[in-house]
């Protein structure tokens, strides 16, 4: 069947490129023996000669060396070369780069609207993919500067068209729900599309919320809109606003089952769950909820995964500076649990429960540290660049509508149906780095992505 001969086509150019792997792993053992005899000669007085050595250097670098362009008898004649090559290198990875063909923007917002639901899968997968594909720096600040310019996502109130992607987002189509997901979700994993989201933050965050309150269990959609939730968690008006539509009650009834939910959720629902608590509201939130949102930490505290014990200490530190949330700790028997623990963790998570044990021991409250930041909701920007790569990719559920090889998808789709007259005018900034709180999760990192 076709998908036998996809899956053989997989393995195939998976077998190449271990032997790619194994090809050069090989060359890079051979380089190594002969850098070492070359050494042992040294050290034993033997001369090295000077086209001993430009070999070296030309099989370390790949490139043929001119006559006379190392010099042995002037010091670090070879390394100099070698670096410069290594630059030449980066510099031309750089120019292999080029700005993508600008695009119609107001054919594709019509589309996104009028096409079937196969025909806007593709279209939505598209467009993420020229972002999430593009190269790291100038172009992929191009490409989200021109979603931005272009109100892709439809964050203006009024245009149409934020009634068009609300659509998609609520779609009967469990195929345009996840896709249209996964577009926000690229969006929102970058800092100039975290601002451009937060336009419209209340009625977006409703939306969000609504998506993960009625999708049905755990799927790719409801993935994708938590880590899109998470990532806007970054901004401290966000997490006012999520804290007061109820997020940290949906993730508490999301975490009572741990064994339903994928890695993916459990590392950003416990992310996302950190950040909100180290705010004081978050907090005051939880007083109420003491009871079980201790039973669900104690329950994750033990994870195999590390991240996630990390979040979940830093939630515990953060709510144990509630005075009645300490004494609900208490009754429960935590410290001599957490004790216990500490002996069989990592040195660096043994350090952190340490200092829960010491915050669960403390008569402090916590009222100065809340003030403060209470007053820092103006302090709304980011200490972190860009990730390189965007985890929104794999796991795409698109191969159930049995696509054949001659369908234009990704670029291709892009530059057939969708290429623009003219190259839009925006300008390409790196965004402003400014300090903010230390513990707040960027971004749940994976190997998995999503």
Not at 186 to 209: E, F, I
Not at 213 to 232: H, I, M
Request: charged share 30%; with cysteine; aromatic share 4%.
């Amino acid at each position: 069947s076709k998908r036998i001969f996809e899956a053989d086509e997989r393995d195939l150019k998976s077998f190449d490129r271990l032997a790619k792997l194994q090809g050069e792993y090989q060359n890079l053992l051979a380089i190594s023996v002969e850098l070492l005899s070359a050494l042992e000669d040294a050290l034993s007085g033997k001369m090295m000669t000077p086209d001993r050595l430009e070999s070296l250097v030309a099989r370390v670098t790949g490139h043929s060396i001119e006559p006379k362009q190392i010099d042995v008898s002037r010091p670090k004649t070879a390394t100099g070369f070698m670096m410069a090559s290594i630059q030449a290198a980066g510099m031309q990875a750089l120019k292999d780069a080029p700005l993508l063909p600008s695009i119609n923007y107001d054919k594709i917002k019509s589309d996104l609207k009028r096409l079937s639901e196969r025909e806007r899968v593709t279209l939505l997968q598209a467009l993420r993919w020229r972002l999430t594909k593009s190269v790291a720096g100038e172009q992929r600040d191009a490409v989200i500067s021109s979603y931005i310019e272009h109100d892709l996502l439809g964050c203006d109130k009024n245009s149409s068209h934020n009634d068009t992607m609300s659509s998609n987002l609520r779609s009967k189509a469990e195929l345009v729900r996840e896709y249209t997901a996964r577009l926000y979700n690229a969006v929102a994993s970058l800092s100039k599309g975290r601002t451009y989201l937060c336009s419209q933050h209340v009625d977006l965050l409703a939306l969000l919320n609504e998506v993960l309150v009625t999708e049905k269990g755990d799927s790719p959609a409801r993935q994708n809109v938590l880590g899109c939730v998470q990532k806007l968690s970054l901004s401290r008006k966000l997490q006012t606003v999520m804290i007061e539509q109820g997020m940290i009650e949906w993730l508490l009834s999301a975490l009572r089952d741990q064994d339903s939910l994928s890695e993916y959720s459990l590392h950003y629902a416990a992310a996302l769950l950190m950040n909100l608590c180290l705010r004081s509201s978050g907090k005051r939130r939880c007083v109420a909820l003491a009871g079980e949102i201790l039973k669900i930490l104690l329950e994750l505290i033990e994870h195999d995964d590390l991240e996630i014990r990390s979040y979940v200490n830093g939630t515990l530190y953060s709510l144990l500076g509630e005075a009645s949330i300490r004494e609900e700790a208490s009754a429960m028997g935590m410290a001599a649990y957490l004790e216990g623990l500490m002996t069989s963790s990592e040195p660096g998570l043994a350090s952190q429960l340490e200092y829960i044990v010491q915050q669960l021991a403390s008569d402090k409250s916590n009222d100065e540290d809340d003030a403060l930041s209470e007053d820092e909701d103006e302090e709304d920007e980011e200490i972190e660049e860009d990730p390189e790569e965007l985890d929104v990719d794999v796991d795409e559920s698109i191969d159930s509508l049995g696509f054949d090889g001659d369908e234009l998808t990704g670029e291709r789709l892009l530059c057939e149906n969708y290429l623009g007259i003219m190259t839009s005018s925006f300008s390409v900034t790196k965004p402003k780095k400014k300090m903010m709180e230390q513990l707040v999760v960027r971004d749940a990192p994976r190997s998995e992505e999503r």
